[in-house]
Nanobody
Framework: QVQLVESGGGLAQPGGSLRLSCAAS????????MDWYRQGSGKKEREFVA???????RYEDSVKGRFTSSSDNAENTVDLQMNNLKPEDTAVYYC?????????????WGPGTNVTVSS
């Protein structure tokens, strides 16, 4: 069973920076995509934030130019560097990945890490 664990959340001031990390573990054979999603307080659904697929990345419009995601395929990790943070970035951030493990396709989520942007 593939498990994801996020780290690096916390409190930042507007304009500040935080770096989130996500590590995947288990009997992983290959990872196809590693994503970041977030869910703000009172919102019903998780919102897409960033995706790393091979050498390509994609970002939600509101974070373009501020957030950068990168992965280490050898270590099965993905990071999210968040700069120029805004109060509206406050949310629980979730790491997601899919790929193949020893039993076949997997689709896994981390438990989430809190990010609060406030002065």
């Amino acid at each position: 069973q593939v498990q994801l664990v996020e780290s690096g959340g916390g409190l930042a001031q507007p304009g500040g920076s935080l770096r989130l990390s996500c590590a995947a573990s288990g009997s992983i054979r290959s990872i196809t995509v590693m994503d970041w999603y977030r869910q703000g307080s009172g919102k019903k659904e998780r919102e897409f934030v960033a995706r790393v697929r091979g050498r390509r990345t994609r970002y939600e419009d509101s974070v373009k130019g501020r957030f950068t995601s990168s992965s280490d395929n050898a270590e099965n990790t993905v990071d999210l560097q968040m700069n120029n943070l805004k109060p509206e970035d406050t949310a629980v951030y979730y790491c997601h990945a899919n790929g193949l493990d020893s039993r076949g396709p997997f689709n896994a989520w981390g438990p989430g890490t809190n990010v609060t942007v406030s002065s």
